[in-house]
């Protein structure tokens, strides 16, 4: 990688490095981003690891970032296809006017608009590369997969997005203990909460009043119903997932060649 | 100058000296990294920013004052919610099942909170009961002009209430975090902590889509947000949302949409800023243009933090002088 447009800050303007300059003026993140710019020129984070060929994400700060961008590629591009309806009609059914088309429409722009922002904010020699995802165990026909449907059945188009937003919310969540840049936390805190406002609203059109539920919360039931606040069982915490629960389950909807080593996390 | 040497001598006398500096870990990758870059004659600058973070005396707030600030924050949320589920005709019975769940995970996250306050050695405040909060919005006065979402029949004032008492948690949250980095565990829970908070807004949201439309119970998230995001807000915050379900009271919900404390307070990292919701420019980006999306789009995307500061303000309203949110 290149370090000319870190070092002389000053510089005039180049396309490729005005992002990066931006960033560093703007968050006033330089001092830590400089360390850690050093830190990733030291080894290969960044590439696709001949021998597995999975996709390190790297370490520290910038492996987080590359691990939020890795998940916002698979939800941009799963939205992307949902409401482009190339390869289903689902998305093209749904009613002009109704809440589901227009959920989904926002969900596209929003994720959309995470996987750019982290493809313009991490260092062009340290960002992985633009993943290709497999979706073929989703039919992008149907919104919600049948109860009872035999095993092997694919998940429908509400089922992926329930998928996705609540693995993201986890992920996130588990993540954030890597970052030690408060800049990067404070941005990744930006995210969740809106990855956490699809999360619910999803689950609540899959099945009404499940926003949250056990698979997803540590849910707090009162010692008797007349309890002081805090008496109980459960903690009503978000369950995070670590970066290794989290990717296998993410690589099940990437082709090989795009699939992820969180190895350097945690 | 060696500056290690220096801070190894300021460390017989203050042993405590690296956790001033943010984290041991953190002050070392700054030297690392600076040692490289800065000329000599940064240096003496960049030293007199070190020490003043770490010995000024507007430090910020400590871990645990973050924690008992979030932990105030939830015992209003918690009487909320169960003086509303124990007010008759208030909440709908298709939303009884909601509330009861939002108002237990709060006491859960009461639990959680004085656990971990005794983990860093601090002392959670004392349970403020029910009766030091005014939801009125009078600050003690009980005649604020949200008296009447807890009476019969106020129920969509109610939710109304709620929606910005949990949005000023999400904010409040996405705030603090910063201050937790000290302790990976403590923040991670204070992480599963705001996204649940966002989850309820989303549902206390959707309810409102359908408390407009006369929708109660599985149709209210079939129900499309109305034309006024103050009375049937989309499930995310679009724009400042127009100030909230009530922008021209006293209080006034526009305070939880609209930006915090510029410059920030003491003891916010650099680089963290407090815009409002409506905020379309992140780290630097513009969203709108890099995406070609619109600027709602672009706002929805990301949710913004609130400072200490704004937050204690805005919740003096709803308690009596000289209880909780103190300065």
Redesign the interface.
């Known amino acids: 990688m290149t370090k000319q447009t870190l ?1 002389a800050p000053t510089a005039e303007p180049t396309p490729a490095g005005l ?1 990066r300059r ?8 330089g ?2 981003l ?3 710019l ?1 830190t990733g020129c030291n080894d290969d984070d960044d590439e696709v690891d001949p021998n597995t060929g999975t996709v390190n994400v790297g370490s520290s700060d910038l492996g987080v970032l590359n691990y939020a961008y890795a998940l916002e590629q698979l939800e941009a591009a799963f939205y992307a296809q949902v409401v482009a309806g190339g390869t289903g009609t689902y998305f093209a059914g749904l009613g002009a ?4 088309r ?1 959920i989904l429409s ?1 969900l596209a ?2 994720e ?3 996987r ?2 982290f493809r ?2 991490i260092p062009a020699g340290n960002i992985i590369k633009e993943l290709t995802p497999d979706f073929s165990t989703i039919d992008f026909n149907v919104g919600k997969r049948a109860t009872g449907a035999p095993a092997g059945t694919k998940m429908g188009v509400l089922d992926a997005a329930m998928a996705f937003e609540d693995l993201g ?1 986890a992920a ?3 993540a ?2 890597y ?2 840049n ?2 990067y ?3 990744a ?13 999803i689950r ?2 899959m099945s ?2 499940t ?2 539920a056990s698979d997803v ?6 010692t008797s119903a007349t ?6 069982t ?7 997932k670590k970066p290794s629960v989290v990717v296998a389950t993410a690589n099940q909807f990437l082709q090989e060649g795009s699939k992820l080593n969180v190895s350097g996390l945690g | 100058m060696d500056l290690f040497q220096i801070i190894t001598e300021i460390e017989k006398v203050d042993p405590e000296v690296y956790e001033r500096f943010d984290t041991r870990r953190r002050v070392f990758k700054h030297l690392s990294g600076m040692g490289k870059k800065l000329t000599a004659a940064a240096v003496p600058g960049f030293v007199a920013a070190l020490f003043n973070k770490a010995y000024g005396q507007n430090a910020g707030p400590s871990v645990a004052d973050v924690l008992n600030l979030a932990l105030s924050l939830e015992y209003l949320e918690y009487y909320f919610y169960d003086t509303g589920l124990n007010t008759p005709g208030l909440i709908p019975d298709a939303d009884r099942q909601a509330i009861t769940t939002i108002r237990n995970d709060e006491s859960g996250h009461i639990k959680v909170l004085r656990e971990a306050l005794t983990k860093v050695g601090g002392t959670a405040i004392p349970d403020p009961g029910r009766a030091t909060f005014d939801y009125s919005g009078g600050k003690g006065s009980g005649l604020g002009p949200f008296a009447a979402a807890l009476l019969p029949g106020g129920t969509a004032l109610y939710y109304g209430v709620a929606q910005s008492f949990v949005d000023t948690g999400v904010r409040a949250y996405k705030g603090g975090a910063p201050f937790l980095m000290t302790n990976a565990d403590i923040l991670e829970q204070a992480l599963n902590i705001h996204s649940v908070e966002a989850r309820h807004s989303s549902h206390i949201r959707t309810i409102r889509r359908g408390l407009a439309a006369a929708v109660s119970g599985p149709g209210a998230a079939t129900t499309p947000p109305g034309a006024d995001p103050k009375l049937s807000p989309k499930s995310w915050i679009s724009g400042n949302d127009q100030g909230g379900p009530s922008p021209n009271t006293n209080p006034s919900t526009a305070d939880v949409y609209g930006p915090g404390t510029n410059p920030p307070p003491p003891g916010v990292p650099t680089g963290i800023t407090f815009p409002g919701e409506d905020n379309v420019a992140q780290a630097g980006r513009t969203i709108t243009t890099d995406s070609t999306i619109s600027a709602a789009a672009a706002s929805e995307a990301f949710d913004e933090p609130l400072d200490y500061v704004k937050v204690k303000a805005i919740a003096r309203n709803f308690v009596k002088p000289n209880t909780l949110f103190l300065d």
């Open positions: 070092s992002p931006d960033f560093l003026r703007y968050t006033g993140a001092l830590a400089t360390g850690l050093l006017n109704s809440a589901e227009q926002d722009l929003h959309k608009a995470h750019d922002f313009n904010t919310v996130y969540n588990g954030g203990r970052l030690t408060p800049v936390l404070a941005l805190g930006k995210i969740v909460s809106v990855e956490a406002r699809h999360a619910a609203l609540d059109l009404y009043n926003f949250v919360v540590d849910l707090f039931t009162p309890s002081a606040p805090g008496l109980g459960g903690t009503g915490l978000e369950k995070s």
